[in-house]
């Protein structure tokens, strides 16, 4: 499942450690692993466990233990909404519960036609800007009013 390609670039993180610590390649490995198959699947932890010499237990803690890593196949957006108290004591649930209904969804699925996956996910360090969420692990959206939200999964299915 592996390719060489993909154990070439695990070799250049490794390399950035003494040998004896190149199991803390491992959240590098995972990204790249992500990066080129859209996930990373239990036989993907447990080349990259073998690779580093490490307890494939260990590898899935860290997969589990992260919001983002996939641990099975996403949609092209995956929407992160922060849904810990500051948020929801500011609507954070309301806006996961509007795009639910938006989407057609529930949270932790993907629409039919692979465009949405939702998610809620615990704080991501903008109570302030709250509710916020994030959009494909990169870019924070902050005061997501139903109007917002509307408007980002219009502009993103627009966008296709």
Sequence with gaps: MITDSTRARFAKEVAKYPYEMRQSAVMACLAIVQQEQ???????????????????????????FYNMYNQRPVGKYKLNVCTNLPCQLRDGQKALQHLEKKLGIAMGET???GLF???QSECLGACADSPVMLV?????????????????????KGAQ
């Design 111 to 113: 629409t039919p036609d």
């Design 136 to 156: 494909n692990d990169r870019t924070m959206c902050s005061f997501m009013s139903n109007d917002k939200l509307d408007q980002l999964v219009d502009g993103l």
């Design 38 to 64: 859209g996930y990373v699947s239990r036989e993907s932890e447990q080349e990259i466990a073998d690779y580093l010499g490490m307890a494939p237990i260990a590898v899935h803690e860290v997969t589990t």
């Design 117 to 119: 996956t939702l998610q």
